[in-house]
């Protein structure tokens, strides 16, 4: 899941960093807004990312079921406002993705104990 979000991440940055490279010949300030917005997007991301994982592993292993579906939540927001700030991916497609992988990482040890 972790390396899933991370390649999310870096591929969504990646694809506008290609958009504001082709930009460049058309208008010269909107492609260093872009890559300003896609350095500053890429940081952030990670960060959130990071310290949202850290807390939804935390609450997990208390066993405090509403703050874990909290957390997730969260999780999803952060990501879908860092990955999507010119609308790259969609963000239903998006969402969907994250309630799938983390829906299944969730449930798999379930499944498994059963």
Do not use: D
Request: net charge positive.
């Amino acid at each position: 899941m972790f390396t899933l979000a991370f390649f999310l991440i870096f591929s969504s940055s990646y694809a506008l960093y290609n958009c504001s490279k082709r930009a460049l010949h058309v208008n010269p300030s909107f492609n260093t807004w872009v890559v300003k917005r896609v350095k500053k997007t890429q940081f952030t991301s990670i960060i959130v990312l990071g310290v949202s994982y850290m807390n939804l592993q935390v609450l997990y292993g208390l066993g405090k079921g509403f703050l874990v579906f909290m957390s997730i939540l969260i999780l999803v927001n952060c990501m879908l406002i860092a990955l999507t700030p010119l609308g790259i991916i969609k963000t239903k497609t998006l969402a969907f993705l994250f309630m799938l992988f983390l829906g299944l990482e969730y449930l798999i040890p379930f499944i498994n104990a059963g």
